[in-house]
């Protein structure tokens, strides 16, 4: 069991990793080790003292050399989900469960907006996970909106267990050919149904599936921590980053607006903190 | 305890006063994790609340009745009648809430 699990690799949850450490306290990091996309994509960083006029390339390669530097690993796994329990946190990561007495959340915002009709009908033929719920249609027909890493992999799992897989990819990558995956170029548009979801809506066509399943990088923050307070689309912090569930912290973009790069080290800083005190509380 | 539900054997529950029924699966991870919640949930309501198991492959003909598409899928009943329902795993203190808001 460790003492803090940290998902995201942006400045949020490096700086949490780095006080955490810093603190003598076993953690993992759950993230990419290309750190955040986002970042890495920033133009110019003007604000962040101490780096003056730097790229966002640059800076991520700094943080990624602060990290090496301090011995402190990122696991390169998804984490879909945190569950809360009285005595610890349980994080399922792929076919992975991973205890932690304290969770710092810093994945970031996620991006783009919902499918029309995708959380009206969340859990009434729409689900986010194929290997959660694929096997609730077995032998049928369910099409898959691949918009994540993962998704052509979870395409391949499903068409394992149904008996027609619709692909409609976001991204370049494609399920392996098989004979009953149906790659289908078109955008999608809307979900419809009635009781349940039961067509999607492309910008050309119209497909009748038992369930659609929307694959994302990025789970809203209400999908990946059950039970947690939202405020919009943020998780409900504190000063302390404390959040409604006791041990599970937020910082960075998750946490609210100001979306900047040195509010979200501050944020993490004060998260990692925040999780040693609620540890020395405990023991 | 929690009772297991088996051969889409549904009797116990439509007797009971208020019955608390986890439609699950063992291949599904936020029911297994759901599970040792309500298994602690079913200590604290001894008595007063019975707390049933239905694996959804194990009993397809009650998933379908109830209209299950999504689980883990916790229904409330109360003297047999379906009365309130909830989707997913929920922390303790919120799945109490929640037991105690419908029972």
Same mark, same amino acid.
């Given at each position: 069991?460790?003492?803090?699990?940290?998902?995201?690799?942006?400045?949020?949850?490096?700086?949490?990793?780095?006080?955490?450490?810093?603190?003598?306290?076993?953690?993992?990091?759950?993230?990419?080790?290309?750190? *955040?996309?986002?970042?890495?994509?920033?133009?110019?960083?003007?604000?962040?003292?101490?780096? $003056?006029?730097?790229?966002?390339?640059?800076?991520?390669?700094?943080?990624?050399?602060?990290?090496?530097?301090?011995?402190?690993?990122?696991?390169?796994? %998804?984490?879909?989900?945190?569950?809360? +329990?009285?005595?610890?946190?349980?994080?399922?990561?792929?076919?992975?469960?991973?205890? #932690?007495?304290?969770?710092?959340?810093?994945?970031?915002?996620?991006?783009? %907006?919902?499918?029309?009709?995708?959380?009206?009908?969340?859990?009434?033929?729409?689900?986010?996970?194929?290997?959660?719920?694929?096997?609730?249609?077995?032998?049928?027909?369910?099409?898959?909106?691949?918009?994540?890493?993962?998704?052509?992999?979870?395409?391949?799992?499903?068409?394992?267990?149904? *008996?027609?897989?619709?692909?409609? !990819?976001?991204?370049?990558?494609?399920?392996?050919?098989?004979?009953?995956?149906?790659?289908?170029?078109?955008? !999608?548009?809307?979900?419809?149904?009635?009781?349940? #979801?039961?067509?999607?809506?492309?910008?050309?066509?119209?497909?009748?599936?038992?369930?659609?399943?929307?694959?994302?990088?990025?789970? *809203?923050?209400?999908?990946?921590?059950?039970?947690?307070?939202?405020?919009?689309?943020?998780?409900?912090?504190?000063?302390?980053?404390?959040?409604?569930?006791?041990?599970?912290?937020?910082?960075?973009?998750?946490?609210?607006? !100001?979306?900047?790069?040195?509010?979200?080290?501050?944020?993490?800083?004060?998260?990692?903190?925040?999780?040693?005190?609620?540890?020395?509380?405990?023991? | 305890?929690?009772?297991?539900?088996?051969?889409?054997? +549904?009797?116990?529950?439509?007797?009971?006063?208020?019955?608390?029924?986890?439609? *699950?699966?063992?291949?599904?991870?936020?029911? %297994?994790?759901? #599970? !040792?919640?309500?298994?602690?949930?079913?200590?604290?309501?001894?008595?007063?609340?019975?707390? $049933?198991?239905?694996?959804? @492959?194990?009993?397809?003909?009650?998933?379908?009745?109830?209209?299950?598409?999504?689980?883990?899928?916790?229904?409330?009943?109360?003297?047999?009648?379906?009365?309130?329902?909830?989707?997913?795993?929920?922390?303790?203190?919120?799945?109490?809430?929640?037991? @105690?808001?419908?029972?």
């Amino acid at each position: 069991m460790y003492d803090i699990a940290i998902v995201g690799t942006g400045p949020a949850g490096i700086s949490a990793a780095i006080t955490a450490k810093i603190r003598n306290k076993s953690i993992i990091l759950f993230g990419s080790r290309t750190l *955040s996309d986002k970042m890495r994509k920033a133009h110019l960083i003007e604000n962040y003292p101490g780096f $003056y006029h730097v790229t966002g390339e640059q800076l991520a390669d700094s943080l990624s050399r602060h990290l090496e530097q301090m011995g402190i690993e990122i696991t390169e796994k %998804r984490v879909g989900a945190v569950y809360t +329990f009285d005595d610890r946190f349980s994080l399922s990561a792929g076919q992975d469960i991973i205890d #932690a007495k304290t969770v710092i959340i810093a994945g970031g915002i996620v991006n783009g %907006r919902p499918i029309k009709g995708e959380e009206e009908f969340l859990g009434r033929g729409v689900s986010y996970c194929a290997t959660c719920d694929g096997f609730l249609y077995k032998g049928k027909k369910v099409a898959v909106v691949g918009a994540s890493e993962d998704a052509p992999a979870e395409a391949e799992f499903l068409s394992e267990i149904c *008996s027609e897989v619709l692909y409609f !990819p976001a991204g370049e990558k494609l399920p392996k050919e098989a004979a009953n995956i149906k790659v289908i170029k078109e955008k !999608p548009a809307e979900i419809k149904g009635s009781m349940k #979801a039961d067509t999607l809506i492309t910008d050309s066509g119209e497909y009748k599936t038992d369930c659609i399943f929307v694959l994302r990088d990025a789970v *809203s923050p209400g999908t990946l921590v059950p039970g947690i307070e939202l405020d919009g689309p943020h998780i409900k912090v504190n000063l302390q980053m404390e959040t409604n569930l006791p041990g599970l912290f937020a910082c960075g973009d998750i946490a609210g607006t !100001p979306y900047q790069y040195i509010k979200a080290a501050g944020q993490g800083n004060t998260a990692a903190l925040s999780a040693v005190r609620y540890l020395g509380k405990k023991q | 305890m929690v009772k297991v539900i088996r051969r889409n054997e +549904f009797e116990d529950v439509k007797k009971a006063g208020v019955a608390v029924v986890d439609f *699950s699966a063992t291949w599904c991870n936020p029911c %297994r994790m759901l #599970a !040792p919640v309500m298994e602690e949930l079913s200590d604290e309501y001894a008595g007063a609340v019975e707390f $049933y198991n239905c694996d959804v @492959d194990e009993n397809g003909d009650l998933a379908s009745e109830y209209g299950i598409t999504s689980i883990p899928a916790i229904i409330i009943f109360k003297e047999g009648k379906a009365t309130a329902k909830t989707v997913g795993f929920q922390p303790k203190a919120n799945m109490k809430s929640f037991i @105690d808001a419908n029972k």
